[in-house]
């Protein structure tokens, strides 16, 4: 059966820490691993990754893939209290997507 | 633009009544995409689209229904509402499928989500 698995569960750190969110999957037919940053309403789309080894970077976030391993991170370097927020990790296959139960990261000032 | 846009934004229904949940879009994407969102869960697809026209079932599409008449609209039909499909329900929308990965930056827009209650 496929599976989405994301580590911690919830996390809390102070305000200039760096977090690493943990994302690792089961899934026949690997298209591409996504990250999302869900807060009060809806997802919105942090990163597309398909390619081992290649960063993607966006400001202070940066995920990578390991497609031997199974898993993605995804990387926030000093944190700020806007990143509190839910992190989704989705993957997808030819005919589904499938998401992992989320990441509630909470930032303390 | 107004984006992905998703009414109402609250309902409560008994057990049996039908309702359909609207969602539009307003980008020209050819992809379209209903998901479920359970207290604690990921999301979950329910049926996508990849044209008017054209749909197809995704991983929990039991209990609903879809249309795709035109490019803008996906609604989401529910026939015999259930206290399972408690839930929140997000539309979303592409430009390309997201489900290949074929487009490296493919980035996937989100409606507000309707938050339905059935008891």
């Known amino acids: 059966e496929d599976k989405v698995v994301q580590s911690p569960l919830s996390l809390v750190v102070h305000e200039g820490d760096t977090v690493t969110l943990n994302c690792s999957y089961e899934?026949?037919?690997?298209?591409?691993l996504l990250w999302y940053k869900q807060e009060k309403k809806a997802p919105t789309f942090l990163f597309m990754l398909?390619?081992?080894?290649i960063e993607k970077k966006s400001g202070r976030l940066s995920s990578i893939l390991d497609k031997k391993e199974l898993f993605s991170i995804l990387n926030i370097t000093a944190t700020q209290t806007g990143d509190s927020a839910i992190y989704l990790c989705?993957?997808?296959?030819?005919?589904?997507?499938?998401f992992g139960k989320g990441t509630r990261l909470h930032i303390l000032p | 633009n107004a984006g992905v846009t998703q009414t109402p934004k609250f309902r409560i229904l008994k057990i049996g009544q039908s309702m359909t949940l609207q969602c539009a879009q307003d980008?020209?994407?050819?992809?379209m995409y209903w998901y479920r969102q359970d207290p604690g869960m990921g999301l979950k697809l329910i049926y996508y689209?990849?044209?008017?026209?054209?749909?197809d079932k995704g991983e929990v599409p039991n209990g609903y229904n879809v249309s795709r008449s035109t490019t803008e609209d996906f609604p989401l039909r529910l026939e015999l509402a259930a206290p399972s499909q408690t839930s929140v329900y997000f539309c979303?929308?592409?430009?390309?499928?997201?489900?290949?990965?074929?487009?490296?930056?493919?980035?996937?827009?989100f409606g507000p989500g309707t938050r339905l209650t059935v008891l």
């Open positions: 979303a929308s592409s430009y390309s499928i997201l489900l290949a990965g074929w487009y490296p930056n493919n980035e996937q827009f």
């Open positions: 899934v026949t037919n690997f298209r591409s």
């Open positions: 398909t390619s081992s080894g």
């Open positions: 989705a993957v997808t296959r030819d005919d589904k997507i499938i």
């Open positions: 980008m020209n994407h050819n992809y």
């Open positions: 689209s990849v044209g008017a026209g054209i749909t």
